[in-house]
């Protein structure tokens, strides 16, 4: 189990590190709206990672997938709880890389890339409530889209499985930051550790509100959990048997045709 941990642990770093460095490139690369970059960035710099890490620990590099996850059964108590400090420090790590080595003008005009409620002084950014609703919800969507889909990864595929949750990610990401059009958002987080890690790296105002980066993912986890215990699984799965069931005797229908097709043609 260590070693999933340490895998989650380095898959983390590494997915905070480029999400972080790209997404602040994005903004800086004079496009007139670097916003339409942000799904693309979040995907090439998820997609990857998530072919690399999923086969070996399931690919959570985030608090919301393993507490899903632990919610589901999916994982133990105890492989969650090593994941969740394997992520935190994983965050911690990829944050401290991004401090050392941003131009220290850049960190500050992003805040290091880091969760932002009300980056931009009085009359700038979201109020609590806003953010608290956009985590919830945001988080829901994603749970919604990732968790079945990961469910089927068996028949859909690995690479389509990992391509449908990066480019879930960024579309909620996407929304978040475009549905307020209030400068001073950083949109949502998604992932506790990243905004806890930035936040003790750069503090300042990523301690304002900080608390609905948290309360909004494992809020979401939680009803997203119900809904899906109360989902009608047995009707579907009876309804697919029934549609086997109806294939086979038509597939058993044509086999049966073509034999005797077969048999009066050898006369």
Not at 83 to 105: C, E, N, P, W
Not at 115 to 140: D, I, Q
Request: charged share 15%.
């Amino acid at each position: 189990m260590w070693r999933a941990a340490v895998t989650e642990m380095v898959a983390t770093a590494c997915l905070e590190f480029t999400l972080t460095t790209t997404l602040i490139s994005c903004f800086e690369s004079g496009q007139t709206d670097p916003k339409l970059l942000v799904p693309v960035a979040i995907f090439i710099a998820g997609y990857p990672l998530l072919l690399a890490t999923v086969p070996l620990t399931g690919g959570h590099m985030n608090p919301v997938f393993t507490f899903a996850a632990a919610l589901k059964g999916v994982v133990s108590v105890v492989r969650a709880a090593s994941y969740f400090a394997a992520q935190f420090l994983g965050a911690l790590i990829s944050f401290a890389v991004v401090k050392a080595t941003m131009d220290r003008g850049t960190a500050d005009k992003y805040q290091l890339g880091g969760c932002v409620v009300n980056g931009g002084g009085p009359g700038s950014g979201v109020g609590a409530g806003t953010a608290l609703a956009l985590e919830f919800t945001c988080t829901f969507v994603l749970l919604y889209v990732a968790m079945p889909i990961f469910e089927r990864r068996r028949e859909l595929g690995l690479p389509t499985v990992c391509a449908a949750v990066a480019v879930a990610y960024g579309l909620v990401v996407y929304v978040s930051i475009t549905v307020t059009g209030r400068s001073g958002y950083s949109g949502v987080g998604l992932h506790p550790a990243r905004c806890w890690a930035a936040a003790v790296l750069f503090k300042g105002p990523l301690w304002e509100a900080h608390w609905v980066f948290w309360l909004g993912p494992f809020l979401a986890c939680l009803v997203y959990h119900a809904f899906s215990l109360a989902l009608p699984r047995e009707e579907l799965e009876k309804g697919d048997e029934l549609e086997e069931e109806h294939n086979g005797r038509h597939l058993d229908k044509f086999q049966s045709d073509n034999l005797k097709d077969f048999e009066v043609s050898d006369f």
